[in-house]
């Protein structure tokens, strides 16, 4: 357990360590002088030297990466600096809807991608099998975006059936808020319930043809009971795999919904932080991105050892 | 038994997916009512912005269109436009000036207090004023003053190096915009919780999301009966597909848009009023030339762009059909407009004069900075594909603001797109093209054309220093000539699809009667027009 | 049993379809390539030139996908931006291949430290959301080809690293590397010689996988304005152009789309028929009695006529009953004839073991009376009785019921015969709740009784363990106390004591033949232990390649083994640890494959006896000329008097010794 906590910690510190150099470098990138997108048209060359040291930009990039690592140590990430609000204030007030968005269309996923691919586990050749399998590679294939602009598209603007306005807060009221997150949280989970379903429907092929399935099936035990209470627990540790893995991905997806349904999460902090240059700003953001990756994956591996009982941490 | 399994396992899926749709629900617009001619007190109304406010702290971040448009309903001027595009004293009693416009007294209404319970008095104006012309955002513009004194309770001095009749123009426009003094001392606060003496107080603000503002019980025209709203949610949504969507879905009942497709989509709905800007107040649509370097030194080439530039097609495409052809910074039905001998579409003579330069110099080559907005880079796709037809290979570069108005204002650019020139007042227009503030290129110059005209410094000047409305138009007309002639910017079209558009069911946009008994100008600002909301009331849906 | 309907199953044939798929997808890559190669010589308009049609207006015999909102032709700007996707796709892909197999084959060949730390910094690499530092990058550095092109080449460099790792650990480890390595050939050399080729394969299928995922990621890119400079069209910003006019024009959105989900639905279809193909491929080397790919519930196709006798004994008074039971599964090489024609039966309280070598059918023959046969299935008839009545014609479910409570079962591997992530507990007293309807505290006490009777110290504590917790012969225990849970009138019990040290096995067989004793069970013990076998039994039933080739009691066949494939059972010597190296060491020679449903003597490629008649003819399964009741299917028996089992083969068959 402690040794398993040490070596996971260390590989996942090397990613977060990783991710903030690469955060850093980033900024040696920037083309131009990140003050003139501050501070506009009309400001004298006095305020922008002013805030040129003001951002730490006149020291090498060295000390200015170990400052910030020190600081973020500490939870503070800096002031903003187009919004010159703390950006450790900016990202958890962003942060849980991001997680929100992301949470609801894993549920959404796993709720759909689980029952369909035990129910057709045990008829891999019957014709919803067939269709599922061709759907869901044809789901796989569809880039988050296309999904995003057909779906906002049909459901959204020709059947009317869901509010494309916007996002509203559950402070608005649980009906709206749910409502104003329900497409971007579909579309992001159809690719992922495509993914799912593809793992969970092979491990459970595997599974079945175990001796204990086999045996459980002499047993007089009905199908409904083999698949779910038998076979299903055995399976997930793809399943859990592919979650883990995918959550970058889910992320970079969510990125582009966020954009597309205005959703005000990290992902559209991030693309406006960066198109205004605010690069404290992004800074802070990539590196919550590793870091809830680097939270997921500790999850997952933890949800091993719970579903699995050989596996000992 | 076996197929029904199967049927079953099968429906699952469409079931969850059903129940995940379901659980969206449904919102389809109720059937409008109509808002008649008597104000109805109360009610919340929804309004869609295209984009957040940087901050609401009018001494330190600057304010866009939208940023005025949810930050007046809290702060207010000194002065306000009124219909006709004059300014008419607001949270001032008057404001006057002496005889050559080098001082002006300006005297505060009285019992007004900002929400806080500070008196509005001469002492805190006085510190707005000198914190603008200290500050970086609006130094440059108020660079005349030379001092600002209180000369008693409610009254405030200001004396200029040199005369500016529409320094009143001035107090319109954010640097107007007076907040307490524990504003003043704490700008991170005033930039995040905006205190002032409007209409509404600041509620909650979700960034980039949502602002909720709600009524002022203690409002200086609180015994007016105003405001009229209880309270205004500001809902952000930069996608211009679904701003449109959102009204239509009866989910808000008002938005501020320049896009053309929503002004035609809504003009002729009876369940909508379309209300747009007008004369003065409306934005044009230009490409900005630099000329100190390359090709476009030579005015020849300038005029041969101009002139392979088919106007109309781009209003008819990109527009709809909706705007007028631009030639110059101030529109038809402006008071100020002048005809100009700006180049007319003329593809023949673009190609010979382009091709006259190109014999001597080479291929022209330039290249077209924009911003990633759809209608921007439309256009800029009909002008490389017209400008390719007159000999010139125009690259479009996509980017984004910040490195837009870097490069601009230190003129490292060929020709950037741009959409400006909605002020009340030729003079705000100054600083864009006044030699005086001209620098070489590298160096930041406010000056993005680079040009230095004496007939175009002359007219600035004379127009800014005169209260004589005669004097100014002249002086205003030669500036416009001389544009037109040298072509500094190729002038696209009025963009008069900058509009409010709001539903049947709400009354009193662009209706509020000012103080001194004028109405108020209609809506105006850049890049989305702003509104007052002190005399708007919706008819309650629910 | 001609009116028996053998039950067919579409066959799972993957080879056809996939092929088909596979041309599929070729073609419309191809078409995809050749529409970006030949877009300039097609007749095709402008993709820049504005206007050429009325704006936003639908498909039309002018343009085919209609026009966009700046009236240029779709069909021509989906054409030429498919420049756009491919080359991106394949340039990055290419860089990152190049990027990635270098540090792959680097951390694969020289392992250890090498390959840990750079595998860490690859895992840190592919931990990040790609898209997310592809959007950074080129938004800081400004959108243009080669910016994209170099950030997502990088960014797949990652992946490429471990699929090209992968392929070199195990390529690394074969004997052919070991050996050059072993030579002292150069790293340099045998990575480009030896490792390099082999690794092929699995990188470009995974290559193809990359591209698809490179011109997704470009899409996104250029949908959110970060690719190419307009006009160059490029799908994903036609995707965004179009969608703010989806309401009156949607073609300007779906062409680009649909051509975009196409082309990496077809890439990606490629590398899954690619990646199956090397599965299949290596499943094929493995003995074709393990390797039935896929799981499925099986049912028994009744029989219409009742029948007689089965080995004499009447099968409604028979335990259990088999009468010419079929089961031919599909293999690539052909039908494989596992269980062929065979007929068998067992009173109440008798013992009868079936042996045979790895592949004989006796496990499919268990499996298929039970109805849990895995694999392709292609026929599966005959009639089976059990505790008397015929339960060929029921449907799953009567089956189920009727055969739950008078069937236990056991199989070989202790290792998988039990749920690894519930606890013991938890599936025996499931198992006795489910079978007898009783009460948590009746069944909790029913569990520890029945871990008592098989002989387990502490119940208790076993009832709270999981399987893997237990040792291999605690987990037969508890295997066994499952199957005798509801009281069986027959155990099956499959090899249960193979997987068990020579100790354990003895208690174990004790055990089974207590229980079998004490509660009146009949008991099917198979394996491929002859002698062991003959210890317990009551009849022996001897199987070769899906037939019977002997049976009678157990103490006849012991000591008068006619057939000579009994008689080499009987002298082999089998290994304890694997039952696949039991073999017949007395005859050499390797069975001939069961897919081979040739005439003859199955056995006659290893008969020592073999003469000509045996290659020609199958010899019936025959009563013996023996007073006792003893079948062998044999043209030339071995004489009745060997007993005690020493061969004494005629001197005129060891002249037609034709063992190999």
Same mark, same amino acid.
């Not at chain 1, 997921?296 to 591996?301: G, I």
């Not at chain 2, 949504?237 to 009866?250: K, M, T």
């Not at chain 3, 390595?181 to 990188?203: C, H, K, W, Y």
């Not at chain 3, 004839?337 to 023959?365: C, D, F, H």
């Given at each position: 357990?402690?040794?398993?906590?040490?070596?996971?910690?260390?590989?996942?510190?090397?990613?977060?360590?990783?991710?903030?150099?690469?955060?850093?470098? =980033?900024?040696?990138?920037?083309?131009?002088?990140?003050?003139?997108?501050?501070?506009?048209?009309?400001?004298?060359?006095?305020?922008?030297?002013?805030?040129?040291?003001?951002?730490?930009?006149?020291?090498?990039?060295?000390?200015?990466?170990?400052?910030?690592?020190?600081?973020?140590?500490?939870?503070?990430?800096?002031?903003?600096?187009?919004?010159?609000?703390?950006?450790?204030?900016?990202?958890?007030?962003?942060?849980?809807?991001?997680?929100?968005?992301?949470?609801?269309?894993?549920?959404?996923?796993?709720?759909?991608?689980?029952?369909?691919?035990?129910?057709?586990?045990?008829?891999?050749?019957?014709?919803?099998?067939?269709?599922?399998?061709?759907?869901?590679?044809?789901?796989?294939?569809?880039?988050?975006?296309?999904?995003?602009?057909?779906?906002?598209?049909?459901?959204?603007?020709?059947?009317?059936?869901?509010?494309?306005?916007?996002?509203?807060?559950?402070?608005?009221? %649980?009906?709206?808020?749910?409502?104003?997150?329900?497409?971007?949280?579909?579309?992001?989970?159809?690719?992922?319930?495509?993914?799912?379903?593809?793992?969970? !429907?092979?491990?459970?092929?595997?599974?079945?043809?175990?001796?204990?399935?086999?045996?459980?099936?002499?047993?007089?035990?009905?199908?409904?009971?083999?698949?779910?209470?038998?076979?299903?627990?055995?399976?997930?540790?793809?399943?859990?795999?592919?979650?883990?893995?995918?959550?970058?991905?889910?992320?970079?997806?969510?990125?582009?919904?966020?954009?597309?349904?205005?959703?005000?999460?990290?992902?559209?902090?991030?693309?406006?932080?960066?198109?205004?240059?605010?690069?404290?700003?992004?800074?802070?953001?990539? =590196?919550?991105?590793?870091?809830?990756?680097?939270?997921?994956?500790?999850?997952?591996?933890?949800?091993?050892?719970?579903?699995?009982?050989?596996?000992?941490? | 038994?076996?197929?029904?399994?199967?049927?079953?396992?099968?429906?699952?899926?469409?079931?969850?997916?059903?129940?995940?749709?379901?659980?969206?629900?449904? #919102?389809?617009?109720?059937?409008?009512?109509?808002?008649?001619?008597?104000?109805?007190?109360?009610?919340?109304?929804?309004?869609?912005?295209?984009?957040?406010?940087?901050?609401?702290?009018?001494?330190?971040?600057?304010?866009?269109?939208?940023?005025?448009?949810?930050?007046?309903?809290?702060?207010?001027?000194?002065?306000?436009?009124?219909?006709?595009?004059?300014?008419?004293?607001?949270?001032?009693?008057?404001?006057?000036?002496?005889?050559?416009?080098?001082?002006?007294?300006?005297?505060? *209404?009285?019992?007004?207090?900002?929400?806080?319970?500070?008196?509005?008095?001469?002492?805190?104006?006085?510190?707005?004023?000198?914190?603008?012309?200290?500050?970086?955002?609006?130094?440059?513009?108020?660079?005349?003053?030379?001092?600002?004194?209180?000369?008693?309770?409610?009254?405030?001095?200001?004396?200029?190096?040199?005369?500016?009749?529409?320094?009143?123009?001035?107090?319109?426009?954010?640097?107007?915009?007076?907040?307490?003094?524990?504003?003043?001392?704490?700008?991170?606060?005033?930039?995040?919780?905006?205190?002032?003496?409007? %209409?509404?107080?600041?509620?909650?603000?979700?960034?980039?999301?949502?602002?909720?503002?709600?009524?002022? %019980?203690?409002?200086?025209?609180?015994?007016?009966?105003?405001?009229?709203?209880?309270?205004?949610?500001?809902?952000?949504?930069?996608?211009?597909?679904?701003?449109?969507?959102?009204?239509?879905?009866?989910?808000?009942?008002?938005?501020?848009?320049?896009?053309?497709?929503?002004?035609?989509?809504?003009?002729?709905?009876?369940?909508?009023?379309?209300?747009?800007?007008?004369?003065?107040?409306?934005?044009?649509?230009?490409?900005?030339?630099?000329?100190?370097?390359?090709?476009?030194?030579?005015?020849?080439?300038?005029?041969?762009?101009?002139?392979?530039?088919?106007?109309?097609?781009?209003?008819?495409?990109?527009?709809?059909?909706?705007?007028?052809?631009?030639?110059?910074?101030?529109?038809?039905?402006?008071?100020?407009?002048?005809?100009?001998?700006?180049?007319?579409?003329?593809?023949?003579?673009?190609?010979?004069?382009?091709?006259?330069?190109?014999?001597?110099?080479?291929?022209?080559?330039?290249?077209?900075?924009?911003?990633?907005?759809?209608?921007?880079?439309?256009?800029?796709?009909?002008?490389?594909?017209?400008?390719?037809?007159?000999?010139?290979?125009?690259?479009?570069? !996509?980017?984004?603001?910040?490195?837009?108005?870097?490069?601009?204002?230190?003129?490292?650019?060929?020709?950037?797109?741009?959409?400006?020139?909605?002020?009340?007042?030729?003079?705000?227009?100054?600083?864009?093209?006044?030699?005086?503030?001209?620098?070489?290129?590298?160096?930041?110059?406010?000056?993005?054309?680079?040009?230095?005209?004496?007939?175009?410094?002359?007219?600035?000047?004379?127009? *800014?220093?005169?209260?004589?409305?005669?004097?100014?138009?002249?002086?205003?007309?030669?500036?416009?000539?001389?544009?037109?002639?040298?072509?500094?910017?190729?002038?696209?079209?009025?963009?008069?699809?900058?509009?409010?558009?709001?539903?049947?069911?709400?009354?009193?946009?662009?209706?509020?009667?000012?103080?001194?008994?004028?109405?108020?100008?209609?809506?105006?600002?850049?890049?989305? @027009?702003?509104?007052?909301?002190?005399?708007?009331?919706?008819?309650?849906?629910? | 049993?001609?009116?028996?309907?053998?039950?067919?199953?579409?066959?799972?044939?993957?080879?056809?379809?996939?092929?088909?798929?596979?041309?599929?997808?070729?073609?419309?890559?191809?078409?995809?390539?050749?529409?970006?190669?030949?877009?300039?010589?097609?007749?095709?308009?402008?993709?820049?030139?504005?206007?050429?049609?009325?704006?936003?207006?639908?498909?039309?015999?002018?343009?085919?996908?209609?026009?966009?909102?700046?009236?240029?032709?779709?069909?021509?700007?989906?054409?030429?931006?498919?420049?756009?996707?491919?080359?991106?796709?394949?340039?990055?892909?290419?860089?990152?291949?190049?990027?990635?197999?270098?540090?792959?084959?680097?951390?694969?060949?020289?392992?250890?430290?090498?390959?840990?730390?750079?595998?860490?910094?690859?895992?840190?690499?592919?931990?990040?959301?790609?898209?997310?530092?592809?959007?950074?990058?080129?938004?800081?550095?400004?959108?243009?080809?080669?910016?994209?092109?170099?950030?997502?080449?990088?960014?797949?460099?990652?992946?490429?690293?471990?699929?090209?790792?992968?392929?070199?650990?195990?390529?690394?480890? *074969?004997?052919?590397?070991?050996?050059?390595?072993?030579?002292?050939?150069?790293?340099?050399?045998?990575?480009?010689?030896?490792?390099?080729?082999?690794?092929?394969?699995?990188?470009?299928?995974?290559?193809?996988?990359?591209?698809?995922?490179?011109?997704?990621?470009?899409? #996104?890119?250029?949908?959110?304005?970060?690719?190419?400079?307009?006009?160059?069209?490029?799908?994903?910003?036609?995707?965004?152009?179009?969608?703010?006019?989806?309401?009156?024009?949607?073609?300007?959105?779906?062409?680009?789309?649909?051509?975009?989900?196409?082309?990496?639905?077809?890439?990606?279809?490629?590398?899954?028929?690619?990646?199956?193909?090397?599965?299949?491929?290596?499943?094929?080397?493995?003995?074709?009695?393990?390797?039935? @790919?896929?799981?499925?519930?099986?049912?028994?196709?009744?029989?219409?006529?009742?029948?007689?006798?089965?080995?004499?004994?009447?099968?409604?008074?028979?335990?259990?009953?088999?009468?010419?039971?079929?089961?031919?599964?599909?293999?690539?090489?052909?039908?494989?004839?596992?269980?062929?024609?065979?007929?068998?039966?067992?009173?109440?309280?008798?013992?009868?073991?079936?042996?045979?070598?790895?592949?004989?059918?006796?496990?499919?023959?268990?499996?298929?009376?039970?109805?849990?046969?895995?694999?392709?299935?292609?026929?599966?008839?005959?009639?089976?009785?059990?505790?008397?009545?015929?339960?060929?014609?029921?449907?799953?479910?009567?089956?189920?019921?009727?055969?739950?409570?008078?069937?236990?079962?056991?199989?070989?591997?202790?290792?998988?015969?039990?749920?690894?992530?519930?606890?013991?507990?938890?599936? &025996?007293?499931?198992?006795?709740?489910?079978?007898?309807?009783?009460?948590?505290?009746?069944?909790?006490?029913?569990?520890?009784?029945?871990?008592?009777?098989?002989?387990?110290?502490? %119940?208790?504590?076993?009832?709270? !363990?999981?399987?893997?917790?237990?040792?291999?012969?605690?987990?037969?225990?508890?295997?066994?106390?499952?199957?005798?849970?509801?009281?069986?009138?027959?155990?099956?019990?499959?090899?249960?004591?193979?997987?068990?040290?020579?100790?354990?096995?003895?208690?174990? =067989?004790?055990?089974?033949?207590?229980?079998?004793?004490?509660?009146?069970?009949?008991?099917?013990?198979?394996?491929?232990?002859?002698?062991?076998?003959?210890?317990?039994?009551?009849?022996?039933?001897?199987?070769?390649?899906?037939?019977?080739?002997?049976?009678?009691?157990?103490?006849?066949?012991?000591?008068?083994? *006619?057939?000579?494939?009994?008689?080499?059972?009987?002298?082999?010597? @089998?290994?304890?640890?694997?039952?696949?190296?039991?073999?017949?060491?007395?005859?050499?020679?390797?069975?001939?494959?069961?897919?081979?449903?040739?005439?003859?003597?199955?056995?006659?490629?290893?008969?020592?006896?073999?003469?000509?008649?045996?290659?020609?003819?199958?010899?019936?399964?025959?009563?013996?000329?023996?007073?006792?009741?003893?079948?062998?299917?044999?043209?030339?028996? &071995?004489?009745?008097?060997?007993?005690?089992?020493?061969?004494?083969?005629?001197?005129?068959?060891?002249?037609?010794?034709?063992?190999?």
């Amino acid at each position: 357990m402690i040794g398993f906590l040490a070596t996971r910690g260390l590989r996942l510190f090397a990613v977060l360590v990783v991710v903030s150099f690469l955060a850093q470098l =980033l900024i040696e990138l920037l083309p131009g002088d990140p003050t003139t997108a501050i501070l506009g048209l009309q400001a004298s060359p006095e305020a922008r030297a002013q805030l040129h040291s003001d951002l730490g930009l006149d020291q090498d990039p060295v000390s200015r990466y170990f400052s910030w690592v020190a600081a973020a140590a500490q939870g503070d990430l800096g002031t903003s600096i187009s919004w010159g609000t703390p950006v450790t204030d900016t990202i958890l007030e962003r942060l849980p809807i991001t997680l929100e968005l992301l949470g609801w269309s894993i549920l959404l996923a796993l709720l759909i991608a689980v029952p369909l691919a035990v129910l057709t586990a045990d008829r891999p050749n019957a014709w919803t099998n067939r269709i599922a399998a061709v759907s869901s590679l044809t789901l796989i294939s569809t880039p988050v975006f296309i999904l995003g602009v057909l779906l906002a598209g049909v459901v959204g603007l020709k059947l009317g059936w869901v509010d494309v306005s916007g996002y509203v807060g559950w402070d608005g009221g %649980p009906g709206p808020h749910l409502q104003s997150l329900a497409l971007p949280a579909v579309t992001l989970a159809l690719g992922q319930v495509a993914m799912y379903y593809r793992m969970l !429907q092979s491990d459970l092929l595997r599974t079945l043809r175990e001796d204990y399935l086999l045996l459980a099936r002499t047993r007089g035990f009905g199908r409904q009971r083999i698949l779910w209470v038998h076979a299903l627990r055995p399976s997930l540790t793809s399943l859990l795999t592919v979650l883990g893995l995918t959550i970058g991905s889910l992320i970079g997806g969510a990125v582009i919904i966020e954009s597309i349904f205005g959703i005000p999460g990290l992902g559209r902090l991030l693309i406006n932080a960066s198109l205004a240059r605010d690069f404290v700003m992004v800074q802070g953001v990539v =590196l919550v991105i590793g870091l809830t990756y680097v939270v997921v994956n500790l999850t997952v591996d933890f949800l091993y050892a719970a579903f699995d009982p050989r596996i000992r941490l | 038994m076996l197929n029904s399994r199967k049927r079953w396992s099968a429906g699952v899926a469409a079931a969850l997916l059903a129940g995940a749709v379901a659980l969206a629900g449904c #919102s389809t617009p109720a059937d409008t009512e109509r808002a008649g001619d008597e104000p109805v007190p109360g009610g919340t109304l929804k309004f869609v912005v295209s984009a957040d406010a940087n901050g609401f702290d009018p001494q330190n971040d600057t304010f866009s269109g939208q940023t005025n448009t949810m930050a007046r309903t809290i702060l207010e001027p000194l002065t306000i436009l009124d219909a006709e595009g004059n300014w008419q004293p607001y949270l001032a009693e008057s404001v006057e000036p002496n005889d050559d416009a080098t001082e002006w007294t300006i005297v505060l *209404r009285g019992g007004i207090n900002f929400s806080n319970g500070d008196v509005l008095d001469a002492d805190v104006v006085a510190k707005n004023l000198e914190g603008h012309r200290t500050k970086p955002v609006n130094a440059g513009t108020l660079a005349d003053i030379e001092s600002i004194t209180v000369a008693g309770e409610r009254t405030v001095v200001v004396s200029m190096a040199r005369p500016w009749a529409t320094f009143p123009m001035y107090l319109t426009t954010q640097i107007g915009l007076v907040v307490p003094e524990e504003s003043l001392e704490n700008p991170d606060e005033a930039s995040a919780n905006p205190i002032g003496t409007g %209409p509404f107080l600041f509620g909650k603000h979700l960034r980039d999301s949502s602002l909720t503002v709600e009524k002022n %019980p203690d409002y200086w025209r609180a015994d007016e009966g105003l405001p009229y709203l209880d309270g205004i949610e500001f809902r952000i949504i930069p996608d211009d597909e679904a701003r449109g969507l959102a009204l239509e879905s009866g989910n808000v009942a008002g938005i501020s848009t320049r896009d053309a497709k929503d002004v035609a989509k809504f003009k002729d709905d009876a369940d909508y009023i379309v209300t747009r800007t007008t004369g003065m107040a409306v934005p044009e649509s230009v490409y900005v030339l630099n000329t100190a370097q390359g090709a476009l030194q030579d005015e020849s080439v300038r005029r041969a762009l101009a002139a392979a530039t088919d106007r109309q097609t781009i209003i008819d495409v990109v527009r709809e059909g909706l705007t007028e052809p631009a030639s110059g910074p101030w529109s038809e039905d402006s008071p100020w407009y002048v005809e100009s001998d700006y180049p007319d579409f003329d593809l023949e003579a673009a190609q010979s004069a382009i091709a006259e330069y190109e014999a001597a110099h080479g291929q022209i080559e330039l290249t077209l900075m924009t911003l990633a907005d759809a209608s921007a880079l439309q256009t800029a796709q009909l002008v490389q594909d017209m400008w390719k037809k007159a000999g010139v290979d125009l690259t479009i570069d !996509q980017l984004d603001q910040g490195t837009l108005i870097d490069r601009l204002i230190k003129g490292n650019y060929d020709i950037s797109s741009m959409v400006e020139f909605s002020a009340p007042d030729p003079d705000m227009e100054r600083l864009l093209f006044h030699g005086a503030t001209l620098a070489p290129i590298g160096e930041i110059s406010p000056n993005i054309t680079r040009i230095d005209e004496e007939l175009i410094n002359d007219g600035f000047d004379r127009g *800014r220093a005169s209260i004589d409305e005669a004097e100014r138009k002249d002086a205003y007309a030669q500036v416009q000539r001389r544009l037109g002639e040298i072509v500094p910017i190729i002038w696209i079209d009025h963009l008069s699809t900058a509009s409010i558009i709001t539903s049947a069911s709400v009354g009193g946009v662009g209706q509020y009667e000012l103080p001194s008994g004028q109405m108020e100008y209609g809506p105006y600002g850049n890049p989305s @027009p702003a509104l007052n909301f002190h005399a708007v009331w919706i008819v309650d849906q629910e | 049993m001609s009116t028996s309907i053998g039950l067919r199953r579409a066959r799972a044939s993957h080879a056809p379809r996939s092929r088909l798929l596979l041309w599929l997808c070729a073609a419309w890559v191809v078409l995809v390539i050749g529409l970006a190669l030949l877009a300039d010589v097609l007749p095709l308009a402008d993709p820049t030139e504005t206007l050429v049609g009325d704006p936003r207006s639908g498909p039309s015999s002018d343009h085919w996908l209609g026009t966009d909102v700046l009236g240029r032709d779709v069909l021509a700007r989906v054409a030429h931006g498919a420049r756009v996707s491919l080359v991106v796709g394949l340039g990055a892909t290419l860089i990152g291949l190049v990027l990635g197999g270098v540090i792959g084959l680097l951390a694969g060949y020289f392992r250890g430290w090498v390959d840990t730390v750079l595998m860490t910094v690859v895992d840190a690499a592919l931990a990040f959301p790609s898209l997310v530092v592809a959007l950074l990058v080129v938004t800081f550095m400004g959108p243009s080809l080669l910016n994209v092109l170099l950030v997502l080449g990088i960014l797949s460099a990652p992946a490429a690293a471990r699929v090209v790792r992968g392929g070199t650990l195990t390529v690394s480890r *074969r004997e052919f590397v070991t050996a050059s390595r072993a030579l002292g050939a150069r790293p340099r050399r045998t990575i480009l010689r030896e490792v390099l080729p082999n690794v092929v394969p699995a990188t470009l299928s995974f290559g193809f996988l990359s591209v698809g995922l490179v011109i997704v990621a470009e899409g #996104s890119l250029a949908f959110l304005g970060l690719s190419v400079r307009p006009p160059t069209p490029t799908w994903g910003a036609m995707v965004e152009e179009g969608r703010a006019s989806f309401e009156v024009d949607p073609w300007a959105t779906l062409g680009p789309a649909a051509v975009m989900i196409l082309t990496v639905l077809a890439m990606n279809l490629i590398h899954d028929v690619m990646t199956s193909d090397v599965t299949t491929l290596a499943e094929l080397e493995v003995d074709p009695d393990e390797s039935v @790919p896929l799981a499925s519930f099986e049912e028994l196709q009744p029989s219409s006529d009742d029948g007689g006798l089965v080995n004499g004994v009447e099968p409604s008074d028979a335990a259990l009953a088999v009468e010419d039971l079929r089961v031919t599964f599909d293999t690539p090489f052909g039908p494989l004839y596992a269980v062929n024609g065979v007929s068998l039966a067992v009173r109440p309280g008798q013992t009868l073991g079936i042996v045979g070598e790895s592949g004989s059918g006796k496990s499919v023959l268990i499996r298929s009376i039970l109805r849990i046969l895995t694999g392709s299935v292609r026929e599966h008839r005959g009639r089976v009785w059990i505790s008397g009545s015929q339960v060929s014609g029921l449907s799953d479910e009567e089956f189920s019921t009727h055969v739950r409570d008078r069937t236990g079962t056991i199989f070989q591997d202790t290792s998988t015969g039990l749920n690894p992530v519930r606890k013991v507990g938890v599936q &025996l007293r499931e198992v006795i709740r489910f079978q007898t309807g009783c009460s948590r505290d009746e069944a909790g006490a029913r569990a520890r009784q029945l871990l008592q009777d098989v002989g387990l110290s502490d %119940p208790d504590r076993r009832l709270r !363990q999981y399987p893997h917790q237990l040792s291999g012969g605690m987990r037969q225990r508890v295997m066994i106390a499952m199957a005798l849970a509801c009281d069986p009138e027959v155990i099956l019990a499959d090899e249960p004591t193979t997987a068990l040290d020579v100790t354990v096995q003895d208690q174990v =067989l004790q055990l089974l033949h207590e229980q079998h004793e004490t509660r009146d069970t009949a008991l099917v013990l198979v394996s491929h232990d002859l002698p062991l076998v003959a210890n317990w039994a009551d009849e022996v039933v001897v199987m070769y390649l899906g037939r019977i080739v002997e049976s009678g009691p157990a103490d006849e066949v012991l000591a008068h083994p *006619r057939m000579p494939y009994t008689k080499a059972l009987l002298d082999a010597v @089998p290994s304890p640890f694997d039952e696949g190296t039991a073999r017949l060491k007395a005859i050499g020679g390797q069975p001939p494959r069961p897919t081979d449903a040739g005439s003859g003597c199955a056995f006659a490629t290893r008969c020592p006896f073999v003469q000509d008649k045996c290659r020609q003819e199958t010899p019936p399964l025959l009563q013996g000329d023996g007073p006792v009741r003893h079948q062998y299917a044999c043209w030339y028996p &071995l004489p009745a008097t060997g007993a005690g089992g020493s061969p004494e083969p005629s001197t005129l068959h060891e002249e037609a010794h034709h063992g190999r």
